[in-house]
Each structure stands twice: as structure tokens, then as C-alpha cells.
């Protein structure tokens, strides 16, 4: 039964993997404003056995994170935190009395 989680968790570490390349590729078509139905099938099927696996990896008794490298790459660099500066309130010049 070891045997079969570990597979199993093999599997959806390379099942992850394609998913996001396919995610990767299907959003470029989307840039490119091409048809993606083809990728966006093709996720959909792995989804779906994505689900069964996580379904019977529960049923083994296996409840522990499976960690990925994270291929995830910013579209656009973190921007830096504001320093945030106090505000001033503008008052009329004041008037000397004679």
C-alpha cells in the first residue's frame, strides 16, 4: 500500500507539472488571441484525473502537502512599499493686526 502512495504522489507532482505548462501555453494562445479549446480540454482532463487520484490517495490514508518547485513566474516585478508622508493641511496666510 506504501508503494501505491508513493506513486500516486509521484504522479500528481508530473500531473501539476504538465498542468501548469499547459496553463502556460494556453494563456499565450489567449495573448495571441488564438483558439486554446484544445489546451483547455486537455486541463480539464487532467483536472479530472487529478480528482480521482487525490480521491483515492485520501482513501489510502495519505494526508500530507505534496510540495512542487513553484514554476511560477511574475508577470511584472513586486513593486516597492510606499513611504507613506504625512498630510499637510493648507491654511490662508494670517493677517497682522495693526
Do not use: W, Y
Not at 12 to 33: G, K, T
Amino acid at each position: 500500500m506504501d508503494n501505491r502512495i508513493n506513486e500516486i504522489r509521484r504522479i500528481i507532482r508530473a500531473l501539476r507539472v504538465s498542468m501548469c505548462e499547459a496553463e502556460f501555453i494556453m494563456h499565450e494562445q489567449i495573448n495571441r488571441d488564438e483558439d486554446c479549446t484544445f489546451v483547455a480540454e486537455e486541463i480539464m482532463k487532467m483536472r479530472a484525473v487529478m480528482s480521482g487520484l487525490v480521491q483515492e490517495r485520501t482513501r489510502l490514508g495519505d494526508n500530507e502537502p505534496i510540495l512542487v518547485h513553484s514554476l511560477f513566474i511574475p508577470r511584472r516585478p513586486p513593486t516597492p512599499p510606499r513611504i507613506r508622508v504625512a498630510k499637510r493641511r493648507l491654511e490662508p496666510p494670517q493677517r497682522e493686526r495693526a
